[in-house]
């Protein structure tokens, strides 16, 4: 597998082919068992029944597409894309023995899709790093057949989610923060703002766009202890990339930080703490 490390989206080309693709492989059972949740919702949302044909964007180490296997059943088929090479090689392992299971290691946004092929294009926080999200977006819906769905789940504010918004100002005592990402530049936020995300998807021909607030408890890190929370979330979190060039004594002192703002939201079942997404849905006209 190959994939050109240029074109619009080289800069997450290389992202996710780098230590941070390498990181969400290592710490792939943590983040499924956060996330999974989030993922099925979206899933019922879509509606997904036996035999459909379902393109599952940035399916990353492939839990939602292996899940979307088994609902289409035998007589469907899921394709997972994902720009990543080492965790896309994570999909395929899990993946051996779903004969209605395949993968392509392409650039979602570029890729030529056999046009008006799928049921539905379903994500689990995998389509918020597009350089150019209408085109991205209207390249999806042309995959899409007449009256086709999308379903997909991303984040709302680091603001909303106290996952984010409590390690990230627990590190920026010891560790300066990068400044936020311009409004509109792609990250796991650049959805957030359902105006903005709702322009996008009518713009690359959506229709019927809608919004489900799903707010509620998430098992930070899947339920691991205080420590191993804390080390997930310095490694994984949106503020792990402010730690990559600073001292050992700043890491331990931001790790310190971390742990004991963690520390009131313990309980026996791990590290619980609120977060937002939204579950969005559109049509491709009929
Ligand atoms: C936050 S991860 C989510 C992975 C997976 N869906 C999950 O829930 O575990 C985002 C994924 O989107 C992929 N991605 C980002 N931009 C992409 C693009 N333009 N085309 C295909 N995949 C992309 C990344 O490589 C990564 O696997």
Redesign the pocket.
């Known amino acids: 597998m190959a994939i050109e490390s240029t074109g619009p ?1 080289a800069e ?1 080309i290389s992202h ?1 082919n780098g230590t941070f ?1 390498q990181r ?1 492989v290592e710490l792939q059972e943590m ?2 068992a956060q ?1 999974e949740p989030l ?1 099925r919702t979206a899933q019922e949302r879509a509606r997904i029944s036996q035999g459909e044909h379902v393109l ?6 492939g ?2 597409s292996l899940q979307i296997a088994k609902r289409v059943g035998t007589s469907g088929h899921v394709l997972g ?4 090479e080492p ?1 896309l090689a994570r999909a395929i392992e899990r993946a051996s023995g779903f004969e209605q299971a395949s993968f392509e290691h ?4 570029l890729f030529e899709f056999r046009a008006s092929d799928f049921d539905l294009v379903y ?4 389509v918020m ?2 350089a150019d999200p209408p085109a ?1 977006f209207a390249n999806l819906r042309r995959a899409l057949k007449p009256g086709g769905r999308l379903a997909f789940v991303c984040w709302q504010t680091a603001s909303q989610n106290q996952w984010i918004l409590i390690p990230m100002l627990a590190i920026a005592q010891h560790v300066p923060l990068p400044p936020p990402p311009e409004p509109g530049t792609p990250g ?1 936020m650049s959805l957030a703002d359902t105006d903005h995300t709702r322009d996008i998807l009518e713009t690359a021909g959506f229709e019927d766009v809608a919004f489900e607030d799903r707010t509620g408890e998430l098992s930070i890190g899947g339920g691991a202890s205080l420590d191993a929370t804390a080390d997930f979330l310095m490694r994984m979190g949106p503020a792990s990339r402010a730690l990559g060039d600073v001292s050992e004594q700043q890491q331990q002192a931001a790790r310190a930080a971390v742990r004991e703002a963690l520390a009131p939201f313990a309980s026996d079942a791990g590290i619980k703490m609120t977060g937002s997404c939204w579950i969005v849905t559109a049509r491709s006209p009929r």
């Open positions: 989206n997450q996710w693709g969400w983040l499924d996330i993922g599952d964007v940035g399916c990353g180490c839990q939602s894309v994902d720009l990543s965790m392409a650039d979602a946004q994500s689990r926080f995998g790093f597009f991205a796991p």
